[in-house]
């Protein structure tokens, strides 16, 4: 049976009310999308997916607490026939990029056409990727551009990334052992070999990284990176 004549169970994760508002009038209008649930946060939607059993979550990246990449590698691995569905204003490299790394399924531009966004809801509902156009294109010049070459944050290791976020957080090396219950010189190693990675070799720099790749936000609050390893 066809995903039109089906009724697709939708999760909106968005941290903005009236998105999520617009979103419902949109779908209302649809006979086969079926919101059964919202959140405004990345913590609520990861609750709320695992309650509802969604056939597909609309996620944000940008939200409080634990951010929608976060949320998608979580629910990777605990429901793997849910589909994500990112749905952001996010559009450079290194979020297209985590995105696929983190396992969602699409990837939708904000300022897209209602129309796009509810065939990318049909087409991940059916296994099939969807990703904007401009959202494509720009991740294909890159792999032409790197030859295909992991760009740098795709090659820190799932506790080199926890290491950054929590660096970014002004932690020091004895906190960041402390909070991870491993000794203050490996702390120090993944430190050495973050910087060298990134090529970045500096506190402010790190910081600085970890903001531009939505790691940290601009408030200061950290969010959780994917592919965490617990």
């Given at each position: 049976?066809?995903?039109?004549?089906?009724?697709?169970?939708?999760?909106?994760?968005?941290?903005?009310?009236?998105?999520?508002?617009?979103?419902?009038?949109?779908?209302?209008?649809?006979?086969?999308?079926?919101?059964?649930?919202?959140?405004?946060?990345?913590?609520?939607?990861?609750?709320?997916?695992?309650e509802l059993s969604p056939d597909v979550v609309l996620m944000d990246i940008s939200m409080p607490g634990m951010n929608g990449l976060a949320v998608t590698e979580v629910l990777r691995k605990e429901a793997p026939d849910m589909k994500v569905l990112i749905l952001s204003v996010h559009s450079n490299k290194e979020y297209i990029f985590r995105v696929i790394q983190a396992g969602a399924h699409g990837y939708v531009s904000k300022e897209a056409p209602p129309e796009e966004l509810i065939r990318a809801i049909e087409s991940v509902y059916q296994g099939e990727p969807h990703f904007s156009e401009d959202i494509a294109r720009a991740a294909l010049s890159e792999f032409v551009n790197t030859g295909g070459k992991k760009e740098p944050f795709a090659q820190l290791t799932a506790r080199e990334r926890e290491v950054l976020v929590l660096i970014a957080e002004g932690k020091s090396n004895k906190e960041i052992a402390d909070r991870l219950g491993i000794g203050v010189r490996t702390i120090e190693t993944h430190r050495e070999r973050i910087m060298r990675r990134l090529n970045i070799h500096s506190v402010a720099g790190l910081t600085k990284y970890a903001i531009a790749n939505g790691l940290v936000s601009l408030e200061g609050d950290a969010v959780p990176p994917v592919n965490l390893g617990r």
């Open positions: 049976m066809s995903a039109k004549k089906q009724i697709i169970k939708v999760l909106v994760a968005d941290d903005h009310p009236v998105v999520r508002k617009g979103l419902q009038t949109c779908f209302a209008k649809q006979g086969n999308l079926k919101v059964v649930g919202e959140a405004a946060d990345g913590d609520e939607a990861l609750r709320k997916a695992r």
